[in-house]
Structures are given as structure tokens and as C-alpha cells.
């Protein structure tokens, strides 16, 4: 009788655990995404480890836009599901971890079949990661003068430069596909050169006109080497008649619109290979339309970062004479410099030491970390542990992850191989390397993530003895 209890008892379990499952898939099926996921979060409570309610429930914070819990989640549903690389690449991109964004994406391609109609996109996304990637090791120190949110239609009448520098107007002009972009005109202070933007069948580029006796030369492009077969818009240009800044959503760019710089070479009478401004200054949004007055030392750029709707954000800012690079090993940090999370306050010619004050407290050692204990304690410094164990743990921990991260070199480039060598027998050959190398791969993830949970932990236990 007792067992017959039993077994009905795991039966009615095992019902209603499947029926929670349908009601969860049902709110998620009809985009209820919020009832969907407090479904899951139930059944979590129950079977914490559980790779599908993971997943399930990663997706529903996915589509409400909770960014970490779904990172979280995905982290811990596995790799049954090949979909979930394809969120962690985009999740991991809107908080600036480009390097993790850059794997995710390459392990969604490599699921792909080589005919699948989504690789193109997917290829672009990985292109715009591995931009960031690099460009992220470059941030820029900007000290910040002001910044104001402002309508997207009206922007420009909050850049107050020197009218010296010449004239920047705007215009709305209608796209396809009841889209609407920008017409700027820039004109020059001597008002005989004009650089502005229009649409050529739905795609804006970039032109120049000369003033002559009897009204203006015929428009023409500004350089082949600017415009692309992308949008180009937004062109300022500096005194010295030879620096352009503009705005480009093309390849090289990590966003939507990026800000670019590029010079005009008068010996080869063509423009120099532009080169993207790189961060602060872009971001995964929209970011154009920078000024830099030079005879006053003051620079703008807008952007539409973090904005709702048809809002921007204007920042005016202190450019500097030469390039200066934020130089810190703490990832965290350096991600909220460059998001403008932090910055250095500047009060007309006058600096706060803000930033150079926080950055001076991050030691610049090798013995520099970034280990999060709890939710109120950062370690910086292997110097802060309490622990011999956990130290030990530490150092373990650090040769795991670097062991890791020149597997996951090696598995890059075996997958870039891959994907470019159009020989079967060679395929043939590379494949059972990458599958073996991923199982290490995915088996040492498996070791990286118990050592931290059980370093954590010593430390903790340590700390309460004490």
C-alpha cells in the first residue's frame, strides 16, 4: 500500500512539474513573457540545475530585457540548446564583454550549416564584436564639460561653438520604408565649400560643392575611400581644411552609426583610410555628429546610448592634444570608462580628479584582480585574501583561466581554418579537432566555474571564523 502511495505520489509530481512546463511555454508562446517567467522561476526552486527551465527562463528575462539574470541562466542551461550562443553573443555585447560576445557568436555560426540564410547576419554581428574587441583595449580618458538630453530634431542648436568654425544645419528627410534620417549641411566660415549628406536610393552619403560666381558646382562625392556601400552622414570639418569627422554605419563601425576621422592627403589628392574614434566616444547605439573647436579647446558628439525614442544626449567635452589611453587591467572598470559610466568632471578650464583619483586606487601590479566576493565586497588585490586556502585557490583558479582562454585562442583559430578552407578532405581533418578541443574547452569551463564557487566559499567561511 505504502509503495502504491509512493508511486502515485511520483506520478502526481511529475504531472504537475510537466503541467507547469506547458503553462510556462504557453504565456511564452503568447508573449507573456513576464507570467512565463515567474513559471520558471518555481520550477528553478525546485530544480535549480535543470539545463531546460535554465533556458526557459533565461529567454523570458531575454525578451524583457533583464539583461544579467539572462546571462546567468543561459550560462547554466548548457550547450544542449545551440540557440543560447546565439543570446549570449548579443547579451554579452550590450555590456561590453566583446571578447565573450565575439566566442558566442563563432560557436553559433559553427552550429550553422554553411547554407543557412541567417550566416550573413550573424557574420556582420560578429564583425561588430570583434571591432569592439579591439577597440575596447583602447579607451579613450575624456573629461566631460556637460551633458544635456535633448529632442533628436532640435540637437544642434545645443552645440554653442565659435561661428569662426563655420555653420552645421539639419534637415528631416524622408526614407524608405517610413524610415527618416538626417540632412546636415556643414558650411564653411568663408561660406565657399559646403559638405552635407543626402539619400541616394535609401542610403545616405556624403557630398561636397564648391561656390562659384554664379551659385554652386555640381554636388560630388566626397571620397570613395568615405563613402561605402553603407550610410554615411553627419560631416564636419576642422579648420586646418583637411580633417573630416563623420558618422558611418558600415562594417567597420561597432553600432549603429559610429563616429570616423579621416585627413586629406593633398599629395595623392584622396583621403586617408578613416579610422573609427573608438570609445568613449561610439557605442553599441547611434553615436555622430562630433565638432571640436579648437581655438576654444571644446568638443561635442551626440548620441542615443541608453535614450528613449527620439532622444539624444548631448556631450560637451575637453579634447585632448594627444590620444590618452586609460591604462588599468580591471576589465570592469575599464568597460564603465568606456560606457561614460565614469569619467572625469571638467569645470570650464578647471579638472576634478574624479577619475585619475579612482584609478589611482586600482593597483598597478600584477597582483591586481577583479574577484567578487559577495554583493557588497570586491577584492582588487590578492593581497585582501584571509584565507591561505583561498589564496591557494586564487592561484589554481588563475592557471585554469589562463589555460582557458589559450584554448579558446586555439579553438578560434581552428574554426576561422575551418570555415575558410573549402577543401572537404581538409574539413575532414579539422573537424574531430574541434569537437575534441571543445569538449576540453566546455570540461575546464566546467572545472573554472567549481574552483571560483569553492574559492568564494573558503573565503567566506574563513572570514566568519575569524
Known amino acids: 500500500m505504502r509503495l502504491k502511495l509512493v508511486l502515485f505520489s511520483v506520478i502526481l509530481s511529475v504531472s504537475l512539474f510537466a503541467k507547469k512546463v506547458d503553462e510556462g511555454e504557453m504565456y511564452f508562446n503568447n508573449r507573456q513573457y513576464a507570467k512565463a517567467k515567474t513559471v520558471y522561476e518555481n520550477l528553478l526552486r525546485k530544480k535549480p540545475k535543470d539545463p531546460l527551465n535554465n533556458y526557459q527562463y533565461a529567454r523570458c528575462c531575454y ?3 533583464d539583461i544579467e539574470p539572462a546571462i546567468v541562466h543561459f550560462e547554466m542551461s548548457g550547450l544542449k540548446y545551440p540557440m543560447r550562443e546565439m543570446y549570449l553573443g548579443e547579451l554579452y555585447f550590450k ?8 566566442t558566442s557568436f563563432q ?7 554553411s547554407t543557412d540564410a541567417k550566416r550573413p547576419e550573424f557574420l556582420k554581428k560578429l564583425k561588430k564584436s570583434t571591432n569592439a574587441a579591439r577597440l575596447i583595449s583602447r579607451v579613450e580618458d575624456i573629461s566631460i564639460i556637460d551633458s544635456i538630453q535633448t529632442n533628436k530634431s532640435e540637437f544642434l542648436k545645443y552645440y554653442k561653438f565659435n561661428s569662426e568654425l563655420g555653420s552645421i544645419s539639419q534637415e528631416s528627410l524622408n526614407m524608405p520604408h517610413h524610415r527618416k534620417s538626417d540632412r546636415v549641411k556643414y558650411l564653411t566660415q568663408r561660406r565657399d565649400r559646403m559638405y552635407f549628406s543626402d539619400s541616394i536610393q535609401g542610403q545616405m552619403n556624403i557630398f561636397t560643392s564648391f561656390k562659384l560666381l554664379d551659385g554652386w558646382s555640381k554636388p560630388s562625392s566626397i571620397s570613395d575611400v568615405i563613402n561605402t556601400a553603407a550610410n554615411e552622414n553627419y560631416p564636419f570639418l576642422l579648420l586646418d581644411g583637411v580633417t573630416v569627422y563623420f558618422a558611418s554605419d558600415g562594417e567597420n563601425s561597432i553600432g549603429g552609426y559610429d563616429l570616423f576621422v579621416t585627413r586629406f592627403n593633398p599629395s ?3 583621403y586617408l583610410t578613416p579610422e573609427n574614434l573608438g570609445f568613449p566616444f561610439n557605442s553599441p547605439a547611434n553615436d555622430y555628429m562630433m565638432v571640436i573647436d579648437e581655438q576654444n579647446n571644446i568638443g561635442w558628439f551626440a548620441t542615443d546610448r541608453n535614450q528613449p525614442v527620439g532622444k539624444v544626449m548631448i556631450y560637451e ?3 585632448n592634444e594627444t590620444r590618452n589611453i586609460v591604462r588599468t587591467e580591471n576589465k570592469e572598470y575599464l568597460r564603465n570608462v568606456a560606457q561614460l559610466k565614469i569619467y572625469r568632471k571638467a569645470s570650464g578650464n578647471k579638472l576634478d580628479s574624479d577619475l585619475t583619483a579612482n584609478q589611482n586606487q586600482i593597483p598597478q601590479s600584477e597582483k591586481q584582480i577583479e ?14 585574501f584571509r584565507s591561505p586556502e583561498a589564496l591557494k585557490r586564487w592561484n589554481q583558479y588563475h592557471k585554469l583561466n589562463a589555460d582557458f582562454k589559450t584554448m579558446q585562442k586555439e579553438l578560434s583559430d581552428l574554426r ?3 570555415e575558410n578552407d573549402e577543401t572537404q578532405f581538409q574539413r575532414a581533418v579539422l573537424a574531430p579537432q574541434i569537437i575534441d578541443l571543445e569538449n576540453k574547452n566546455n570540461e ?4 573554472i566555474s567549481v574552483e571560483i564557487i569553492e574559492l568564494r566559499n573558503v573565503e567566506i567561511k574563513f572570514l566568519k571564523l575569524k
Open 63 to 65: 525578451e524583457l530585457k
Open 95 to 102: 555590456i561590453y564583454r566583446f571578447d565573450e560576445s565575439v
Open 107 to 113: 560557436n553559433y555560426l559553427f552550429s550553422l550549416d
Open 268 to 270: 595623392t589628392n584622396s
Open 317 to 319: 567635452f575637453v579634447p
Open 371 to 384: 574577484f567578487v566576493l559577495n554583493d557588497s565586497t570586491i577584492y582588487t588585490n590578492i593581497n585582501q
Open 416 to 418: 576561422i581554418k575551418f
Open 444 to 447: 575546464l569551463k566546467r572545472l
